[in-house]
């Protein structure tokens, strides 16, 4: 892993020193002919997310499209509210859940930069209780065996999703203990008597009040695998969260907002809000049987809890897509935004280009990840348009988003809905199909 920092080192000395010509805001004010694209293409796009919401497969949709920082893309469709006939806008509030994965990734890269870390060091370097065996065999009565880590747990590990976590056996004896399911609620996981405050990950202590107490609680488990040997989502970023806060000193909160929320202008970007925020939010319904039913809308409403302390690294973040949008647009820019710097160029190129995952067990065949992205050098793609340079990643209600280098693009899709058709493909192409002559 010694590599990293030998990649940081060299990429650093071919910097370009000069003036960054990058966009740093979105323009709006666009000439639809100098950007590429037309009325007519863009009439296509709203064609079929309007079909969307008259099949009834979305309750509500945003789309949004910018190339070289020339926004061509941003409209809403749909019903915010279906019962009350509140239509969508751009301006609402979305549940981003692992979306917000993406942005720890970059605050804990802050942190690298800053020379605190290196993305090589053992995490037990910083956390002595990080887990140092995996378990090898489970008895009846609950007890396991184990055996030493071939190799320590690093923080390249935990941006990947390779770490080990509560992963294989691991995940089998913390559920069987709690006799419960570790799935998020409303997605097989059992619903919680009350609302949380915050959103917490399934399985985990609705009553938890700081991060901290999850993961002190993890760690006192083994691991289901070496880590770097395997592929298992989710728990890792919220163990890299709680890292941003050991190494800072900070809370998580707190050390995001100062670092990569605040400086990009994302000011409606947030684990909590006052309570009058919560109208902002779109509700969330479930596609059924070619219906739309109300679903829960537990996770837009523990953001406006009075505790406001839990907040996790892998899920909780929540606002409007062109919020997202600039964060998106920072990774475009080589991580330069609104005339801040939150990463440098090599930083970015290491996070975004490199494949992290072993040959075997690495997901699903042709998936590739970098540090807190899916890459699409490979032959799995969304959408057929998408070059070999993109990244990207997404959230569990159905928000996507796509940063493209090769074509100078990003492109965003919000939905708020559990249960859906996967109709972000058809969206992604039109978005390209926007620039196509």
């Not at 994965?101 to 002595?128: C, H, N, Q, R």
């Not at 055996?147 to 923080?155: D, E, I, K, Y």
């Amino acid at each position: 892993m010694a590599f990293f920092a030998s990649f940081l080192m060299l990429s650093a000395c071919s910097t370009n020193k000069e003036i960054s010509t990058v966009p740093q805001a979105l323009n709006h004010e666009v000439d639809l002919k100098e950007a590429g694209t037309s009325k007519k293409k863009i009439a296509a796009v709203d064609s079929l997310l309007q079909s969307f919401v008259e099949q009834k497969k979305v309750s509500s949709v945003v789309g949004f499209v910018a190339k070289g920082g020339n926004v061509v893309y941003k409209k809403a469709f749909g019903w915010k509210d279906i019962e009350n006939k509140v239509p969508a806008t751009v301006n609402d509030y979305y549940v981003l859940f692992s979306q917000t994965k993406a942005i720890t990734t970059v605050a804990f890269m802050t942190l690298v930069e800053d020379g605190l870390v290196a993305i090589d060091d053992p995490v037990s370097k910083y956390f002595p209780e990080i887990p140092d065996q995996v378990v090898t065999a489970v008895h009846e009565d609950g007890t396991y065996e184990t055996r030493p880590v071939a190799s320590p747990m690093t923080f390249a590990h935990l941006m990947s999703h390779t770490s080990g976590l509560n992963a294989g056996l691991v995940g089998e004896i913390r559920r069987a203990e709690r006799k419960g399911s570790d799935l998020p609620a409303g997605f097989g996981g059992s619903m919680p008597e009350k609302t949380p405050a915050g959103q917490h990950s399934g399985g985990g202590n609705y009553n938890a009040k700081y991060l901290e107490e999850e993961m002190l609680a993890l760690a006192k488990y083994p691991l289901g695998f070496d880590p770097g040997t395997e592929w298992n989502y989710h728990i890792s970023t919220n163990m890299l969260a709680y890292m941003i806060e050991r190494i800072s000193g900070k809370p998580l909160q707190e050390y995001v907002k100062e670092k990569v929320l605040t400086p990009l202008g994302m000011d409606d970007t947030d684990w909590y809000y006052e309570p009058e925020a919560l109208s902002r939010f779109v509700k969330a319904y479930n596609a059924v049987d070619g219906k739309l039913e109300p679903a829960s809308n537990m996770y837009s409403e523990g953001t406006i809890s009075q505790e406001q302390t839990y907040a996790e690294g892998a899920i909780g973040l929540n606002g409007p897509i062109e919020d997202y949008a600039k964060f998106c647009q920072m990774l475009l820019n080589k991580g330069e935004f609104n005339g801040n710097r939150i990463l440098k160029p090599e930083t970015i190129e290491l996070m975004t280009t490199i494949n992290q995952l072993p040959e075997e067990h690495s997901g699903a065949e042709g998936f590739q990840f970098g540090l807190g992205f899916e890459l699409y050098n490979a032959k799995k793609k969304p959408a057929p348009e998408v070059s070999n340079t993109a990244y990207a990643w997404g959230g569990l209600f159905g928000t996507e988003y796509i940063i493209d280098p090769e074509n100078d693009m990003i492109a965003l899709f919000y939905l708020n809905m559990p249960r859906r058709e996967f109709i972000y493909p058809q969206f992604l192409s039109k978005a390209y199909q926007l620039f196509e002559e």
